[in-house]
């Protein structure tokens, strides 16, 4: 059974589509995971589990169950309909899913959730089978009006054509005899070799109305009758507000009210001018409780404690002390991670109008169900009493999985007559933050006396996003997200251990863009690259000589060549290169950087081989690569979290920076084909950053760098 039939005969398949006239006369296409509910086609206002509608004027609606938060979701998944469908993708009209785990669950993570580099994933068979299955109903009705063939009729440009009588006409036509036939017990995909769009570069269909300002984030929702708030949680994590006079704040032109909760204040204004001036008025007494007196460096030697007293084996293939013992070559390495900061453009906001009945929240999220669940749970209503609108993103980076936000914006709401807004300042969007963890990971390995790699040990020590996310994940004490780019290096170790030692610290800690891939990758990649200099090896060759997988070595060769590795290079310059698998995806990546006689480390140039699988629009996937690397130069030269006194102390883009447009390197992306299935794209680009910036160092200067971000004291000529 080829791929294709194994999916259209799986039970995913069989509880596919649901059609039926609309009240409209339109036709509706459902798609879901759960079962589906029994409907009768004489029945009007059918298909709970809409993605698409087509109305009798020939518009065609996509219902998106994913987000659109910069990554370019919005044009690529409404191509995998239109491809199918034969429609110009420019004419599909898009709106938002309302939430519904039901019919709008995530294939891949089984509910309703915008992350992961799953997308294209997750929909790739599932949406061509939702326009197919609606392209094949609306041919089998023109075929039934014509009293033809339905194999003598094609779909082509949202109409179905009569080649033999030159007869047309458009699917808003059809659409009410198309809702009305049986379903197709299979549809035909389209095999690679005719697509019209999937794999050819297409224009954003979001970008005329962000470009006109018509679009609509989270931040933008306007409400009759809002109020503007904004707020000051406890400093210290953990805090609880011990008293504050709120008269200093009531005393400001425009402001309303001071609310106060145990953990939190927030001035609620006619507007954010006087929101802010409130807040500022106000001198709160806190309890900063048990946290008071950490410090970032008490973090890090409770990580080295936990990491030195081992960790739960999750691969042991092999003897690694005994190779390890009998190596001709030994090296060990300590590598160190910060806490990371997410910084989207758009601060968290969130909009809520709560009732004695029912709650109704304004906000842009990557997780719609479990943010109405913990709206519900804030306001105490039943869930069905909570509507959530959700917007488009001004970028997610992972702090959109997270709804405390919306918890907290509730718990306000329930002091507030009528709508309010809550705004986040940067300073305290910064603040408090969910962060990406830090690691703190010890590694061994072993040459032989060719220089070849016999032995591997990897024991990586921090937080479990996923035991406080997804708790049925976190099995006896292992996490497989957290070893995620470790567990499954892309060379090959005959005596390979990974060990996880879990510990949480005070600071909560969020998916950032990738967590083990962003970590791991940085501490493989460069071990890799200090045994290969340990071996006399250039570092590209040694890698080729110990990578097993032919899409591996097909993304490092084209980096290679594409960089012009091994080329000659002025003083303090250098090339330095990674390589892995992350998120379904091959990527090598070569930085070119150089570094100042002050240690300040430039990039010149990012050169990256790609190869995600099955490509849907090569110009999102090219920019998903470069803006993923510059996430990821920031990070490795500027990004950090440190605790002080409990608190964090970075607050904005001054202590916290990201790479400025000047200090932007030059690109060159290369996909590179597979035929593979689809792997992700967001994320990869960022975890492959770091090591190519830092073995890159090292070329320049002859300095490793085992901890982020960049010291340039320590490269300073």
Not at 470 to 482: H, N, R, S, Y
Request: aromatic letters at 6%; glycine letters at 10%.
């Amino acid at each position: 059974m080829s791929d294709t039939q194994a999916t259209l005969a799986s039970p995913a398949r069989r509880r596919l589509l649901l059609a039926s006239a609309g009240a409209t006369g339109g036709l509706v296409l459902g798609l879901g995971l759960g079962p589906a509910p029994a409907a009768d086609a004489a029945e009007p206002g059918f298909a709970p589990n809409a993605f698409l509608r087509i109305a009798p004027d020939g518009t065609v609606t996509m219902t998106m169950p994913y987000i659109e938060m910069g990554q370019g979701t919005y044009t690529s998944v409404p191509m995998l309909i239109a491809e199918e469908l034969e429609v110009e993708l420019a004419s599909v009209r898009l709106e938002h899913a309302p939430a519904d785990d039901r019919r709008y669950a995530n294939p891949a993570l089984g509910f309703q959730v915008t992350g992961g580099s799953t997308t294209i994933r997750a929909s790739f068979n599932q949406l061509r089978e939702a326009g197919a299955s609606a392209r094949t109903l609306l041919v089998n009705a023109a075929a039934q009006r014509w009293k033809v063939a339905p194999d003598s009729c094609r779909a082509e440009r949202g109409a179905v054509l009569h080649p033999a009588s030159g007869r047309r006409l458009g699917y808003g036509q059809l659409a009410s005899d198309a809702a009305k036939l049986p379903l197709p017990d299979k549809v035909a995909l389209k095999p690679a070799s005719e697509f019209r769009l999937i794999g050819k570069p297409a224009k954003r269909l979001d970008t005329p109305a962000k470009v006109d300002g018509s679009a609509r984030y989270g931040i933008d929702a306007r409400v009759p009758g809002m109020r503007i708030a904004t707020l000051m949680q406890a400093p210290v994590f953990g805090g609880r507000l011990r008293q504050v006079d709120e008269a200093p704040a009531l005393a400001v032109r425009g402001v309303r009210q001071v609310v106060k909760l145990d953990d939190c204040i927030a001035v609620v204004a006619d507007h954010m001018g006087a929101a802010r001036q409130g807040l500022a008025a106000l001198k709160p007494v806190w309890d900063d409780g048990t946290n008071a007196s950490l410090q970032q460096a008490d973090i890090v030697a409770a990580m080295a404690a936990a990491s030195a007293r081992g960790g739960v084996k999750m691969r042991d293939d092999g003897n690694v002390d005994s190779a390890l013992a009998g190596a001709a070559v030994k090296l060990d390495a300590v590598y160190e991670l910060p806490f990371l900061i997410h910084a989207a453009m758009e601060p968290l906001n969130c909009t809520v109008h709560l009732r004695a009945d029912a709650c109704d929240v304004w906000v842009g999220t990557q997780v719609l169900t479990r943010a109405r669940a913990a709206a519900a749970e804030a306001a105490g209503l039943p869930v069905e009493r909570v509507t959530v609108h959700n917007h488009l993103l001004g970028g997610g980076f992972g702090r959109r999985l997270e709804v405390d936000s919306v918890t907290l914006a509730v718990r306000i709401a329930r002091q507030v007559d009528g709508p309010v807004k809550i705004v986040w300042t940067r300073e305290e969007d910064i603040r408090h933050d969910m962060f990406r963890p830090c690691f703190y990971d010890v590694v061994r390995g072993g040459l032989d006396a060719q220089g070849r790699p016999v032995a591997w040990h990897h024991r990586t020590t921090g937080s479990s996003v996923i035991r406080r996310w997804a708790p049925p994940l976190f099995k006896d004490g292992t996490d497989p997200e957290t070893v995620d780019g470790a567990l499954q290096p892309p060379y090959a170790f005959a005596n390979l251990r990974v060990e996880y030692q879990n510990h949480e610290p005070a600071v909560p800690t969020a998916f950032w863009r990738g967590v083990g891939p962003t970590h791991n990758l940085f501490v493989v990649e460069s071990f890799v690259d200090e045994l290969a200099a340990a071996a006399g090896a250039d570092p590209v060759a040694f890698r080729l000589a110990a990578a097993t997988d032919p899409r591996a070595i097909a993304v490092l060769r084209t980096v290679a060549e594409r960089s012009g590795w091994g080329q000659p290079l002025g003083p303090r310059q250098g090339r330095g290169v990674s390589l892995g698998f992350a998120f379904g995806s091959w990527i090598a990546m070569v930085s070119e950087v150089e570094v100042a006689a002050d240690g300040t480390v430039r990039v010149r140039r990012v050169t990256t081989a790609f190869d995600p699988g099955v490509v849907v629009n090569p110009d999102t996937v090219a920019a998903q690569l470069e803006g993923g690397a510059i996430f990821g130069i920031s990070a490795a030269l500027y990004g950090q979290a440190t605790v002080r006194n409990g608190r964090i102390e970075q607050s904005n883009f001054h202590d916290a920076p990201v790479l400025r447009m000047n200090e932007t390197p030059q690109f060159s992306t290369h996909l590179v084909p597979s035929g593979a299935a689809p792997g992700g794209v967001g994320e990869p680009g960022t975890a492959a950053l770091a090591p190519s910036l830092t073995n890159a160092v090292f070329a320049a200067t002859g300095k490793r760098l085992r901890k982020l971000p960049v010291d340039r004291t320590l490269l300073a000529a």
